[in-house]
Nanobody, 127 residues
Framework: QLRLVESGGGLVQPGGSLKLSCAAS????????IYWFRQAPGKEREGVSC????????NYADSVKGRFTISRDNAKGTVDLQMNSLKPEDTAVYYC????????????????????WGQGTQVTVSS
């Protein structure tokens, strides 16, 4: 059974950094595209970033481009999201999701396409 566990969230000042991790188990991790989504209070869950199966292709939302970096370790079954230059508008609960073919690492993938989610990890950017 597909299981994803997010960790690494916390409270950070504007301009600070955090590194989120998504640990996967129960499925062939290396065969899945991994996505990061986030959901702020009162807003829909939105795509942040994704990484393809090999790690050779990534995609970022315009709002985080140049500040966030996604990476994966297929041997460990983990995907990290390094977040730098954090802004108050990055405050949200962050979730990871996994998709097998025909899922692709491209812009516009909707959170509605996924039925399995972890508990998420809270990121709060505030002074």
């Amino acid at each position: 059974q597909l299981r994803l566990v997010e960790s690494g969230g916390g409270l950070v000042q504007p301009g600070g950094s955090l590194k989120l991790s998504c640990a996967a188990s129960g499925f062939a991790f290396y065969d899945y595209v991994i996505y990061w989504f986030r959901q702020a209070p009162g807003k829909e869950r939105e795509g942040v970033s994704c990484i393809n199966k090999s790690g050779g292709n990534t995609n970022y939302a315009d709002s985080v481009k140049g500040r966030f970096t996604i990476s994966r370790d297929n041997a460990k079954g983990t995907v990290d999201l390094q977040m730098n230059s954090l802004k108050p508008e990055d405050t949200a609960v962050y979730y990871c999701a996994a998709g097998r073919t025909p899922f692709m690492c491209v812009a516009g993938v909707s959170a509605r396409d996924f039925s399995s989610w972890g508990q998420g990890t809270q990121v709060t950017v505030s002074s």
